[in-house]
């Protein structure tokens, strides 16, 4: 009930001028991430105690990595300033909706909040359209683009019931 009280408490905050300046910097990111070369026209900011504690543009075409998202890329920045694998209390400032992929960065990281300029369907209209993702899932897995088969679960199961009764292991 509490997050449910935030989350309708955000949705109808206004716009704080410190917002704004972050979130100028995540469109700056984009725009000379593409000059430079990078990649596409994506940038991404983190920011704890009003501080940027993490920057990333996108850098799939430069660095031939198809993970290497704005949104991925200033997580990892951040984690590591940060020495955390968790980004708590963090505000991600996205110049892009972000796409599947990194929505699940994003939640495995758990900042508090999320800001985004452009959309989903903004992308989509500048050729980045991720819909198709989206319509995978709810596809049964032998009628995905990609197939997947399910293999030697026996076998893999072991390294989880070993997992379990590991003492002194780090949870996240
Ligand atoms: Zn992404």
């Known amino acids: 009930m509490i997050v449910l009280h935030k989350k309708s408490e955000f949705n109808s905050q206004k716009m704080t001028e410190q917002q704004k300046i972050f979130m100028k910097m995540a469109i ?4 000379k991430g593409m000059d430079l070369g990078k990649g596409g026209p994506f940038g991404c900011i983190i920011v704890r105690n009003g501080e940027v504690i993490g920057k990333g543009s996108n850098s799939v075409s430069s660095t031939n990595d198809p ?19 968790q980004l708590e209390d963090c505000d991600i400032y996205t110049s892009c909706e972000p796409c599947p992929m990194c929505l699940g960065a994003i939640y495995w990281a ?3 909040r999320v800001f985004y300029a ?8 500048a050729g980045f359209d991720d819909q198709f993702i989206y319509d995978e899932l709810d596809l049964p897995y032998h009628q995905r683009k990609i197939p997947f088969k399910q293999i030697l679960a026996d076998e893999a199961k072991i390294v989880f019931e070993n997992w379990l009764k590991k003492e002194n292991k780090t949870l996240y």
Do not use: G, W, Y
């Open 67 to 85: 993970t290497a998202h704005a949104e991925v890329m200033a997580i990892r920045d951040a984690c590591k300033n940060l020495n955390n694998f």
């Open 118 to 125: 452009n959309s989903k369907k903004d992308a989509a209209k």
């Open 28 to 31: 700056e990111l984009s725009q």
């Open 110 to 112: 758990r900042p508090a």
